[in-house]
């Protein structure tokens, strides 16, 4: 069985100037993916004709499947859609259905007028097949050429998403035998990713050859994920979980999950098996640990609140960090994070309670404490630990990486680790 | 005068199976646009000799800066460098310089044995420029062949910033000489691209040839952007900032800010322009809305705190919601974010108060509360206000959209709109 093999075309100035970041790929080779079509490369090309055109000639030689995203908007930036038309060579024509739910979108929903900027989104190239988009006014299209998908859909995420899963993965796999793509994924913490390299290394060596490892490190924390292709779906799922099982035994010592889910994801799952509930006390990552613990369906099991201690007064006034640490100590110390995780944990009344303080940079740091330098606590009814970290990164990163530490430690309390 | 142009290759299959997002195409393409290098394309490519090789071969053919980001770690799945080599000829030597840095950085920083993975980082072909990377442990390299330059560096954000800093920009200023590109960027609130567009349509047509507008929406917010490039720089500045005012003039009932920036930047720098402050009140958001406040540096000036009432004990306990609204019209009501908002505000002593309360899903509506609907409350002294918005996103966009929108309330509230 050939393999089938996909690129992802993105289009938009503001791409090249790096005025956005592109989020709509990772979702469409996710979907890809998991039908076992293997995307070849993802290309993000300018609003110019030339640019999409010889885009769209190179991938066509490349892939069985081209996806094209964005450039399909009301206004006169838009270009593609005439472009495809003519790639194509065919005739613009109005869609009826899309045209009836623009009119409707606008005269009953918004209560607006139809401008003709609008209606004009009704129109397609006579040579498509018209993905209808219920969630906006611009249609998706797919078009066919020697052997070739063509899938063009807007870029707004979730209008694309709703296509991607209604239209455009249920027509490849009517158009192609697809082969079978399995990943397996699990995350470490506590070790480099060198350090894991060697532990494993014999491991690496005998893995049969259709499977592959890789290294996803990050900071103190490693993802490891192996992938296997094949036509023998029975047969790739056994020698792939065979092979996982022997690198969990491997690295267990420093194992978090055997699943492919952020750390927030593995503790949020580890508190509603436990009925247990946490609070956070955040300074300097400034509402970030409650956003990561509050962002996923389902946390209002678990997560009970907190309180944002930005300014040092809020942290005295409601968490009972004495003056006299803050005068001597600082705000920045052991005995400020320990006082405000065991405050938020009493005054919310939840099983734990997790705090940080630190200075994230680019200013604001001493002699005595460097920018990157955060201390985190984590307390529940019996104890209280911290822990201090010496960050290097941006701000935006270091207050990720302490984040993420954060409940890194809350991790280790709830299990006994710590 | 001819332009340069570049293309941005990022490896790793974790980019082809969507699991991660690629965030450092965009700080190049901005650091290249900067100083008048167009972006032709950024291609992400997999972990395959056949994909790399390919990819090297037609961007050569397309840009004369080609940036390569990825492949360079200590494990095995890393093949970029050995390919390099064959690709530009070269035999690989040790680079003293780095494996000093290497052995500095493992046995006097991590106290840790040095292995042989690491050691071997030092190894590059010797037909390339070493690019000394003192944030790590992989070097950056540079190579040139028939006039194109080719720059390959390590995937980690900061190194990567860092070498692009300090190498990068300035060797292709050295090569090449370079046109002008000038950004100007507003934006708007209240108004949708189509009726936008509408309204500027006159302006659009007048607009001289090398000056190009482009639409970026987002939920009720539009960016608008005039782009110019030009041998001349006086004449291209003078040519866009007259283009640009008058766009400002044709939009300025909706015009948030003429400058590139987010609406949290907007609105902390009309704080810190009044010596006032604000604190937030989060439920559905769960400290997104804090963390978008305090993400920038200097935010401390502005910024006080919050409580997340994630659960409603907290809005009672910490914000004084009764229960009786609670159980009457409910925590996603007006009573409910407008008292939020007055008592975190007065507890907090601030300027301003924040708050907001919704249902983000994917559960939790009811028949009166369809799912995304959110109530968003801002209070000063003198008053409160609120409003209630239906959003029809995932969760994720939810949250984001939500917060964004809570912080130009806040805005209109400060410019006394409201």
Redesign the interface.
Known sequence: MQSIKASIITIG???????????N???????L?KIGV??????????TKN?IWD?LI?TSKQSNVVIITGGL?????DITKPLLNEYFGGNMVTHQPTLDHIIDIFVNK?K?PL?E??SKQAEVPDVCEVLFNE?GTAPGMLFEKEGVLYFSLPGV??EM?ALVDKYVIPKIQQNFKTPHIV?R?LLTAGI????L??MISDF?TTLPSPI??????NFGMVRL?L?GIGENENELISNIEEAFSQLKMQVHEYLVTDK?EPMEVVVGNLLKANNETVA?A?SC???????L?????G??QF?????????N??KTE?LDVSSEILHTVGAVSKEAVEQMAIAVRSK??TTYGVSVSGIM???GQTDEKPLGMVWIGVANKEKVFSKVFYL??????N?EVTATQAINLLRLLIINKI
Chains 1, 2 share one sequence.
Do not use: C, W
Not at 73 to 77: F, H, L, V
Not at 192 to 195: A, D, K, Y
Not at 212 to 217: F, H, I, T
Not at 285 to 291: A, K, P, R, V
């Open positions: 100035d503001e791409l090249l100037i790096g005025q956005v970041i592109d989020t790929s990772a979702y469409i080779a996710q979907s993916n293997e995307v070849n490369n993802r290309i993000a090309v300018g609003d640019g885009t190179s908007g009301p206004t006169a930036d918004y607006r401008i900027r609008n969630n995420p979730h998403k990943h994924t480099g990713e060198s350090f390299a060697e690496e592959k490892l890789a290294y996803l490190p994920r992938t492919d956070t955040e990552t400034g509402g970030f640990i409650g956003h613990l509050s962002k996923h369906a946390s209002s997560y009970t609140g907190g309180i944002i201690s930005y300014d007064r809020i409601f919310m009344n940079g680019p200013s290097r990164f941006d701000r935006s990163r207050i």
